[in-house]
């Protein structure tokens, strides 16, 4: 039986070697027939640490690696473009506090 491939979002890198990978599809709702989105969390084993959050990987089917991890990392289809708010708030605030500064001892 041919091992099964999916694409989907990185959601967390907290962990070595380990990524959560959340793999969305569109079901049909039986009663009213409305498409409704739903989401698979996969463990993947990621042995360099290339991905990151943000990314859109592409996984296989592997033996079971650990207790949750049954994936395994086949390549980054897309580099994710997130941007940390809270690094951002902190160089504009030091940024702001050295202008501050310099402009004290001008005067």
């Known amino acids: ?10 959601t967390s890198d907290k962990m070595k070697k380990t990524r959560r990978v959340e793999v969305s599809r569109l079901v049909k709702y039986p009663k009213y027939g409305k498409y409704v989105k739903r989401r698979t969390v996969c463990y993947v084993h990621d042995e360099d640490n290339s991905s990151a959050v943000g990314d859109t990987v592409e996984i296989v089917e592997s033996r079971p690696l650990s207790r949750l991890k049954r994936w395994k990392l086949v390549r980054i289809v897309t580099k994710g473009n ?18 501050q500064a310099a402009e004290s001892e001008n005067k």
């Open 1 to 10: 039986m041919p091992k099964r491939l999916v694409v989907g979002l990185v």
């Open 82 to 99: 997130l941007i940390d708010v809270a690094a951002l708030r902190a160089a504009a605030k030091s940024a702001a506090a050295e202008t």
